[in-house]
C-alpha cells in the first residue's frame, strides 16, 4: 500500500510563498502521473496540477503563473511552488497518483490571511 506524506504547509499572508513537499515511499517512475489536488472548507477536492512522467505540466487555471509542480526523483517527491497566494488557495492540499489514487494521506493545511 503506498502512503504519502504531504507537508509544508502554514499560516501566511496574502502574496506570501509557500513549498508543499509530497514524499513517496517508492520510485515515482514506478507510480506514474502525480497531482496535487486541494480541498477548501465545504468544497469539494480539485485538481491543482499534475506532472507526468514525461516531465509534462499541467495547471489549472485558477493557479496558472503562481505554482508550479515539480518532482525529484533522487528523493521520490514532488513539490508544489506556491507563490502569489490568495486567500482562496486556502485549503488542505494532498498529493496522489493519477487515475488510479492510493489511499489518501492527511494533507497539509495552507491558510492564508492577513
Known amino acids: 500500500q503506498v502512503q504519502f506524506v504531504e507537508s509544508g504547509g502554514g499560516l501566511v499572508q496574502p502574496g506570501g510563498s509557500l513549498r508543499l513537499s509530497c514524499a513517496a515511499p517508492v520510485s515515482i517512475s514506478r507510480i506514474g502521473t502525480m497531482a496535487w489536488y486541494r480541498q477548501a472548507p465545504g468544497k469539494q477536492r480539485e485538481l491543482v496540477a499534475r506532472?507526468?512522467?514525461?516531465?509534462?505540466?499541467y495547471h489549472v487555471d485558477s493557479v496558472k503563473g503562481r505554482f508550479a509542480i515539480s518532482t525529484d526523483n533522487a528523493k521520490n517527491t514532488v513539490y508544489l511552488q506556491m507563490n502569489s497566494l490568495k486567500p482562496e488557495d486556502t485549503a488542505v492540499y494532498y498529493c496522489n497518483r493519477v487515475g488510479a489514487p492510493y489511499s489518501w494521506g492527511q494533507g497539509t493545511q495552507v491558510t492564508i490571511s492577513s
Open positions: 506532472i507526468y512522467l514525461s516531465g509534462v505540466k
